[in-house]
């Protein structure tokens, strides 16, 4: 089993920045895939970004260009920095993370999820 624990979450106000972290522990070593997602109240779950083992790298298209995401393997840490934040950025992020290669091209199928971080973002 993999654990996932999310931080960094809060409130912004639009055009600043935050950096959300995502520690796995456990079974770490049948991790290939990390990334977030994020659902708004009363919307669909939405995909934010995920990175492979390589660093192959995939964006929502509503967040590209101004997040990025990023992999330190060595302490099984995934990072999203988002950068000129909007309120539409408002959401629970949610951390996942996939043993299977290539990754389940559905993120909802992904093995592992943290419990999530709220980000509030005001006008």
């Known amino acids: 089993q993999v654990q996932l624990v999310e931080s960094g979450g809060g409130l912004v106000q639009a055009g600043g920045s935050l950096r959300l972290s995502c520690a796995a522990s456990g079974s770490i070593f049948s991790i290939n895939s990390m990334g977030w997602y994020r659902q708004a109240p009363g919307k669909e779950r939405e995909l934010v970004a995920h990175i492979t083992n390589g660093g192959t790298t995939q964006y929502g298209d509503s967040v590209l260009g101004r997040f990025t995401i990023s992999r330190d393997n060595a302490k099984s840490t995934v990072y999203l920095q988002m950068n000129s934040l909007k309120p539409e950025d408002t959401a629970v992020y949610y951390c996942?993370?996939?043993?299977?290669?290539?990754?389940?091209?559905?993120?909802?199928?992904?093995?592992?999820w943290g419990q999530g971080t709220q980000v509030t973002v005001s006008l």
């Open positions: 996942a993370a996939d043993a299977a290669w290539p990754p389940k091209r559905t993120m909802e199928a992904w093995d592992y």
